[in-house]
């Protein structure tokens, strides 16, 4: 009888310390999941407490590719075990790109309309645009209204401009890119349209390539973008520069935006807190306007 109640007792025993075994397992199972859409991003996965585990897919403006870029190569060093990867394609297709939830993060450079602000979105920067002309170009500078009636081909040679007897050759970005949709807003406004004589150049590079082979050509990047091979026109007197766009003399800038379907979670939400934090803000600083 003895024996059967030792017996009974160690079962008991054994029995209750096995569910508390197995409650803790769930317990530690739960809190390493983080709900990520099909499994495929362990967002904010964490090993020893710190560690980030997983990808993220950035699409859309190739303004904002660049930066992007940089932001996520800092981020990969601090966070070993994360991949991101940065794709252009433009603006509209980065933020189509948020809304059906093939990227993590969309990339816009432009404002969005409103049927596009079904997303979630973070301005990450601001950035001028720059009028730019081959570096052997006579003219200084353009009016914003010089500016819209050469780009709509109301003003087609540089000699009404203070410039050669020379055809003006307009070189633009395709449609869905921000930098067009940005300058179209700014300097064309509702009523007007691109000449239908431009060039239509589908990236940031390839337009400043022509504009810099041609010395008739005149075209339009972001600020960031703008390098020796290349002039920027003064616009009204003020020249295209960061400090003019953060005192707001400057009047050709835009909004660099991150777009996520939702309220950003898990590796998605680190990394972009690490964009708006003063460490991301810095890397920021260095071509554009910090927002923070």
Same mark, same amino acid.
């Given at each position: ?19 508390? =075994? ?36 950035? =699409?859309?403006?190739?303004? +904002? ?104 050759? +307009? +070189? ?52 960031? =973008? ?62 554009? +306007?910090?927002?923070?």
């Amino acid at each position: 009888y003895l024996t059967f109640n030792f017996l009974l007792k160690f079962l008991m025993v054994f029995a209750i310390t096995c569910i508390f =075994a197995i409650f803790a397992v769930g317990c530690s199972n739960n809190s390493n999941q983080d709900g990520n859409r099909d499994g495929v991003v362990q967002n904010g996965a964490q090993q020893n407490g710190q560690e980030l585990i997983g990808s993220i897919q950035i =699409a859309g403006s190739t303004s +904002v590719q660049p930066l992007s870029e940089e932001l996520a190569m800092e981020f990969m060093k601090l966070h070993p075990k994360v991949k991101i990867n940065v794709a252009g394609g433009g603006s509209g297709a980065g933020i189509r790109s948020a809304q059906d939830g093939t990227a993590d993060i969309g990339a816009s450079s432009r404002t969005l309309k409103d049927e596009e602000k079904t997303v979630k979105e973070f301005t990450i920067a601001k950035d001028g645009l720059a009028i730019v002309v081959n570096r052997e170009n006579k003219v200084e500078g353009l009016t914003m209204d010089q500016a819209m009636q050469v780009f709509t081909g109301k003003i087609t040679n540089w000699r009404e401009l203070g410039g050669s007897d020379a055809p003006i050759t +307009v +070189v633009i970005r395709e449609d869905g890119s921000g930098t067009r949709g940005a300058f179209q807003e700014i300097v064309l406004g509702k009523e007007e349209s691109f000449t239908e004589d431009a060039l239509i150049q589908n990236s940031t590079g390839a337009l400043r390539t022509v504009v810099s082979g041609n010395p008739d050509a005149i075209g339009f990047i972001s600020l960031g =973008a703008l390098n020796e091979d290349v002039k920027a026109l003064k616009i009204d007197g003020v020249e295209a520069s960061k400090e003019n766009v953060i005192n707001d003399t400057y009047t050709l800038a835009r909004p660099f935006l991150y777009l996520t379907e939702s309220e950003p979670q898990g590796l998605v939400k680190s990394f972009i807190d690490f964009v708006l934090s003063q460490e991301g803000q810095k890397i920021v600083e260095v071509k554009f +306007v910090p927002v923070k």
